[in-house]
């Protein structure tokens, strides 16, 4: 189960920046598509007359437009509309989480499965950092401690370093397969491994020092 939840999301944040991308190349063709068939009606050219032509040419330009913008992409002028963009509701989250579960979760884009202590008065909760960088309040950092069965919404925690611990040997997608167990399977079945004390897990701020 466990590798069956992996493929598919990994073949879904896979497909989204094709999916994505194909969505724009159609949108564009479409539009090269009037255009070109209003400019050749308009000299006498009937592009229904002449269909296979009409596509070559539609293909042509819409490549022509493809390599002046990977060109530009480039150039300044990018990150200008790239920055811009960012003003737009939403995009720098969305670029965001593609980039996360597009990503092999190495590096800056690495997911932490985390234990943290405090949501109840005793014990621990399971969760994850999607950034390592601190947060508004000095030596705290952000948690997310999802919701169970379906993790589609959840709870953010400021919580501060020397509470938070790393499983080292957790992935995202053992967190979620520990969540769509509602707890049947405790994170050290799904680890194969065996319980640990605190004092086996290494601190956040030893994982950050190592790095």
Do not use: C
């Amino acid at each position: 189960m466990k590798h069956f939840i992996e493929l598919i999301l990994k073949g879904l944040f896979w497909l989204l920046p094709i999916v994505l991308i194909l969505m724009i190349v159609l949108w564009l063709y479409e539009k090269i598509d009037k255009l070109v068939s209003v400019i050749f009606t308009f000299i006498g050219f009937t592009p229904k007359n002449h269909e296979f032509l009409w596509l070559l040419v539609g293909l042509g330009l819409l490549l022509i437009l493809l390599y002046v913008v990977g060109h530009l992409a480039q150039t300044r002028l990018a990150k200008f509309l790239d920055s811009i963009a960012t003003k737009i509701p939403g995009y720098s989250t969305l670029k965001d989480i593609i980039g996360i579960f597009n990503s092999s979760k190495d590096g800056e884009n690495q997911v932490l499965v985390v234990l943290i202590k405090g949501f109840a008065n005793q014990g621990y909760n399971i969760g994850l950092m999607y950034s390592t960088n601190q947060s508004i309040l000095k030596d705290h950092y952000t948690v997310t401690l999802s919701q169970t069965p379906i993790p589609n919404g959840g709870y953010l925690f400021e919580v501060h370093k020397d509470n938070i611990y790393v499983i080292q040997e957790a992935t995202f997608d053992d967190n979620l397969q520990y969540l769509l167990s509602m707890g049947v399977k405790s994170m050290a079945d799904i680890l194969k491994t065996n319980p640990k004390t605190i004092d086996e897990l290494i601190s956040l701020q030893e994982w950050l020092d190592k790095k």
